[in-house]
């Protein structure tokens, strides 16, 4: 249990372009989902908390406007990059928390399998 | 400012051998400790979590260790395997839930 998908799992896309990332949570519900941006051997940075029904909460010098998120649902989150540039090329990663009482992860992030964006 | 530092940035391994990579944090309050094992364009997957009582936890061949006290855990690998070759990222949970992360252990397991 706890698998969270992403797609798609690599994307190459001209500067300019928007570019959309599914994030999923396949077996539970996720009032709250993160997104991170990795460059190479660098560690995880938070862009955004992604609240279902509510607007996304953005870390500091991430511009709202570029990145769109979107969490409609309970198992789905989506990043859109918008007007993608070359220095937007990086790995992005979701997490997904579970907040269900009991199950022995309560709170515990479970993260997908990352996106690899390239903007050419 | 929540920091975690680990080291060593990277090491090479024969397989068969053991290794230990070490995380210093300055995380406040602590909640829990977790590592995860990234491979190159994957995303991190959990090994351990210990939580401020737990001195050691294991998941087969990983074995990871906590000191409150001194804020530094400690993850050992044993007999390591050529699928060992990832990164491990100490990331550290605040009373918040908000995470801290460190930039990761570089292992590359060598035949």
């Known amino acids: 249990g706890a698998v969270v998908s992403q797609h798609p799992s690599r994307v190459i896309c001209k500067s300019g372009t928007s570019v959309k990332i599914e994030c999923r949570s396949l077996d539970f519900q996720a009032t709250t989902m993160f997104w991170y941006r990795q460059f190479p051997k660098k560690s995880l940075m938070l862009m955004a908390t992604?609240?279902?029904?509510?607007?996304?909460?953005?870390e500091q010098g991430v511009e709202k406007d570029k990145f769109l998120i979107n969490h409609a649902s309970l198992t789905l989150s989506t990043l859109t990059v918008t007007s993608a540039h070359p220095e937007d090329s990086s790995f992005y990663i979701c997490s997904a928390r579970d907040i269900r009482a009991g199950t022995g992860r309560n709170n515990e992030q479970f993260f997908g399998p990352g996106t690899r964006l390239t903007v050419l | 400012k929540n920091q975690v530092e680990q080291s060593p940035q990277s090491l090479i391994i024969l397989e068969g051998k053991n290794c230990t990579l070490q995380?210093?944090?300055?995380?406040?309050?602590?909640?829990?400790l977790r590592w995860y094992k990234q491979d190159t364009g994957r995303g991190p997957v959990s090994l351990t979590i210990?939580?401020?009582?737990?001195n050691t936890k294991s998941n087969g061949r990983y074995t990871a260790t906590l000191d409150a006290d001194t804020k530094q855990s400690s993850l050992h690998i044993t007999a390591s395997q050529l699928s060992d070759s990832a990164s491990y990222i100490c990331v550290v949970s605040d009373g918040n839930n908000r995470l801290a992360f460190g930039k990761g252990n570089q292992v590359v397991v060598i035949p």
């Open positions: 995380c210093n944090y300055t995380v406040s309050p602590f909640s829990n």
């Open positions: 992604s609240n279902e029904g509510s607007k996304a909460t953005y």
């Open positions: 210990m939580t401020f009582s737990e």
